[in-house]
């Protein structure tokens, strides 16, 4: 098999993968957030803010 052929399913597995990988990432986010709410450690509000950004700086890690 030569590189041109493989090109189109190797493109399509990565878009597959990261596109997998951020729905992952909206459920954890949601399932996150209603736990803080509904055990009032923080306001919704917060809660989202919060989940927000360790969401946005996770890839530093």
């Not at 986010?29 to 009032?40: H, M």
Request: aromatic share 18%; proline share 3%; no cysteine.
């Amino acid at each position: 098999m030569d590189l041109i052929a493989t090109a189109p399913f190797l493109l399509t597995l990565i878009a597959v993968a990261l596109l997998f990988d951020f729905l992952n990432g909206l459920h954890d986010a949601a399932n996150s957030i209603a736990t803080i709410v509904s055990t009032r450690v923080l306001a919704p509000r917060y809660a989202v803010f919060w989940a927000a950004f360790f969401n946005f700086i996770a890839f530093l890690f």
